[in-house]
């Protein structure tokens, strides 16, 4: 098992807040991880950190072996694909535009893009007939099946995900689910997915992790944590998410 | 004290743009030329200042040059006194009519009464010939309805003493003068305190409808005549004499002094109100000069539509054409500047910090100087003076900021969201701001070049406060000249732009505005 993506003591602060403590994490190739933390725990800074939306005041992050730098980002960014909550789809673009934005901005083929979209769309059960839609004329659900279509246009080797399922209904949610499980075991993929729900961190998870104030407290399959906390607040956090479940 | 009349300060004067000769080529050549100043054929160019007189004396000036075959223009209307003294220093013009007690007073700065002598040494060294006086003075007067004069039995000045309660109404510039309203009152202790700063033109009405007893006038002036109006004997002397003089630029060509000065003595008092009264009759500053040339057949009552081959197309159509062109012309410049300029400086500005808010208060800043002081501040810079190009400045200056301010604020109304999913997709900056950021803030962006477009189309009938043509030419002849037609002539049809120009950007959003946007 190789590590797709390895943080070496990356921190980061925000004026007088650490919203990071240095901290190493590996991502392996082919697994689906799942971060997991209650709010302002780190989980969507150390996404952030990986993509560099923000960059870390120390440490390093490697991607394929190779360091990531201000000058071969933009090129890394193309071989990861990003999913916020809100889908993050452009309003002045139709579904389609969105989904191509970056195979026409580096000169893919038409034909090849026509093939890619097309499978896509199959793949995220997207129907075809809304690809000429505005964002705004979208359910939430479909936006986000648009999102994903277009993080994985370029067959990226890594997934970031950041709540991707955060603002829908229960149903809709559910088959949602479904389908991503799906996809990135068809896909082989690769997956960093950020949740708050534990019941999501279960049904994705190769391996959880488990976050609290800048810090990861404990990282292991649901059962590792379940029966081996590392530490108070692992028990606290299940109790807890399983008490809402109950409810 | 005379800039006369009208023209005063504050000022909308003017009097009339009134039919520019011969000049609807040149306007428009003169725009589209507009950076490269052009000076080819270099003709004589004379200004005239904004008041009946100024103009009839511009024009023979401009007929005498011509008859002797040099090359003339007239530039009408340009001003006031400073900004005629200053264009003629500037080389923007070559000659106008002054007068010798403004010249004393005004420019010189003089406090003693100099003689035509010392005048003429004195403008010597500062680079300006004068001719000798033309024949008239043309002096202030105080004036009143005759018959309230003879009621109150009033003749002199002093006179005035008796009636502390009477109604002065005052041109601004008199009030301010040197010469003008607080040394007379001195000089006469008079007791009135009832004094109010009236448009010169508006001033006779006033007079006329008794709103005001009292008003200040030149003695050459036509309406003394038409509304039967007394002039109050100054028994003390207090108004200096007022010579009419041509003043021109040392270095402008021999054989064109030569011909204004062929001028010399040649009008007296009763031949210049003539000439006033045949200029505010026919509102012709033309046919007013062709008097002074012609005599015996000017003096015929002409039917209209018989102007000299001279003269363009001068039927209301064509003058609205023209106006309304030049006026489009003007705001259109001005606004294609504004956004070519404003938009990077309202991306810059988007971006916060130190440099954001010196854009965005420096935008600020300008609009809050009201736009005729911000005519007058361009109007002494070397670059501009008295051109389209001050105005084209003015304008480009009041658009920027509706257009820096929507694009600063369309961009960052853009949730932080989108913006970093931009950038996690991996765009390339340029494309960042091309494909997503701009088309995104397209609306607001396209309602402040709106906003910047109505307030141009407003702003830009000043521009013929500083002779650069447009719409405000008819409102400003017609203030001049207290006519409310001619005044409606320009304002119905500004008015009517401004609103055409709203619908065509409204029909605009549509195709620039990304449907996507619009749902």
Same mark, same amino acid.
């Given at each position: 098992m190789s590590a797709l993506v390895k943080l070496e003591d990356v921190c980061k602060r925000y004026d007088d807040a650490?919203?990071?403590?240095?901290t190493n994490l590996s991502i392996e190739s082919g697994k689906t991880m799942v971060l997991i933390g209650p709010?302002?725990?780190g989980k969507s800074t150390l996404l952030r950190l990986i993509i560099r939306l923000i960059e870390s005041d120390s440490g390093s992050i490697e991607f394929d072996g190779k360091p990531v730098t201000p000058d071969n980002i933009n090129a890394l960014r193309r071989r990861i694909g990003y999913v916020i909550q809100e889908g993050g789809?452009?309003?002045?673009?139709?579904a389609r535009a969105n989904v191509l934005l970056m195979a026409r901005h580096i000169g893919k083929s038409e034909e090849e893009t026509h093939n890619r979209l097309l499978e896509l769309s199959e793949l995220t059960r997207f129907?075809?007939?809304?690809?000429?839609?505005?964002p705004l004329e979208l359910s939430g659900g479909q936006r986000q099946r648009v999102s994903l279509m277009r993080a994985l246009m370029l067959s990226p080797e890594l997934l970031l995900l950041d709540?991707?399922?955060? &603002?829908?209904d229960p149903l809709v949610r559910a088959s949602l689910q479904k389908d991503l499980k799906e996809i990135f075991t068809r896909l082989g993929q690769t997956v960093l997915f950020v949740t708050h729900d534990l019941a999501e961190a279960i049904y994705f998870a190769d391996a959880i992790v488990l976050m609290n104030k800048g810090r990861i407290v404990q990282k292991g399959s649901i059962t590792d944590l379940r029966?081996?906390?590392?530490?108070?607040f692992v028990s606290e956090f299940i109790n807890a998410q399983r008490g809402v479940s109950l409810q | 004290m005379k800039l006369h009349c009208t023209s005063r300060s504050g000022g909308l004067q003017s009097a009339v743009g009134l039919r520019r000769l011969g000049s609807r080529r040149s306007l428009i050549s003169a725009f589209l030329f507009l950076p490269t100043a052009c000076t080819f054929a270099a003709p004589v160019v004379v200004g005239s200042k904004k008041f009946t007189e100024s103009y009839v004396l511009g024009e023979i000036a401009k007929r005498t040059l011509t008859d002797a075959a040099i090359p003339a223009e007239h530039r009408q209307g340009m001003g006031g006194t400073i900004i005629l003294w200053e264009a003629l220093r500037g080389g923007q013009i070559d000659a106008y009519p002054e007068y010798t007690g403004t010249i004393a007073t005004?420019?010189?700065?003089?406090d003693s009464t100099p003689s035509l002598d010392q005048i003429r040494d004195s403008l010597e060294k500062l680079g300006v010939g004068m001719t000798a006086p033309l024949g008239f003075n043309n002096t202030y007067a105080l004036v009143m309805r005759r018959s309230e004069a003879q009621r109150l039995g009033i003749?002199?000045?002093?006179?005035?003493?008796?009636?502390?309660?009477l109604k002065f109404g005052l041109t601004h510039e008199f009030l301010e003068? $040197?010469?003008?309203w607080r040394p007379l009152r001195q000089r006469y202790s008079l007791?009135? $305190?009832n004094i109010v700063g009236i448009d010169h033109a508006l001033g006779y009405s006033a007079l006329a409808n008794g709103s005001i007893a009292v008003k200040d006038a030149y003695?050459?002036?036509?309406k003394i005549e038409q509304n039967d109006l007394f002039v109050i004997e100054d028994d003390l002397h207090f108004f200096p004499k007022y010579e009419a003089v041509f003043l021109f630029r040392s270095s402008t060509r021999a054989d064109a002094i030569a011909a204004l000065r062929h001028?010399?003595?040649?009008?007296?008092e009763t031949r210049m109100i003539r000439l006033n009264a045949e200029a505010e009759r026919t509102k012709n500053y033309a046919r007013a000069a062709d008097l002074y040339f012609n005599v015996g057949a000017a003096l015929a009552p002409r039917t209209s539509?018989?102007?000299?081959?001279?003269?363009?197309?001068?039927?209301f159509p064509h003058k609205l054409a023209r106006w309304t062109l030049r006026h489009l012309q003007l705001a259109g410049f001005s606004l294609l500047l504004s956004i070519i300029v404003g938009i990077p400086l309202g991306i810059a500005a988007s971006r916060g910090g130190a440099i954001g808010h010196v854009i965005l208060g420096f935008a600020g800043v300008v609009q809050t100087i009201p736009s005729l002081a911000l005519l007058a501040l361009l109007v002494p810079l070397p670059f501009f003076g008295i051109s389209v190009r001050t105005a084209v400045a003015a304008l480009f200056l009041y658009g920027l900021l509706p257009i820096v301010r929507n694009t600063a604020t369309g961009l960052q109304d853009i949730p932080r969201s989108l913006r970093e999913s931009a950038v996690a997709l991996g765009l390339s900056p340029i494309a960042r701001l091309w494909q997503i950021y701009l088309p995104m803030a397209s609306r607001s962006i396209l309602s402040g070049i709106k906003t910047s477009a109505v307030i141009n189309i407003g702003t830009a009938t000043l521009a013929a406060l500083i002779g &650069?043509?447009?719409?405000?030419e008819p409102i400003i002849s017609g203030l001049n000249l207290n006519d409310h037609v001619t005044i409606l002539e320009g304002a119905i049809p500004a008015a009517v732009l401004a609103l055409l120009v709203q619908w065509c950007f409204d029909l605009l959003d549509r195709v620039l505005i990304p449907k996507g946007l619009r749902l």
């Open positions: 650490i919203a990071l403590y240095p709010s302002g725990c789809l452009f309003p002045h673009l139709t129907s075809q007939d809304l690809l000429p839609r505005y709540e991707p399922l955060g &603002a829908l029966e081996r906390p590392a530490d108070p | 005004e420019i010189l700065k003089s003749r002199t000045i002093s006179d005035l003493q008796r009636y502390p309660d003068r $040197q010469d003008g007791p009135q $305190q003695s050459t002036d036509a001028l010399e003595g040649t009008l007296d539509g018989h102007s000299g081959p001279s003269h363009i197309d001068d039927s &650069a043509g447009g719409l405000g």
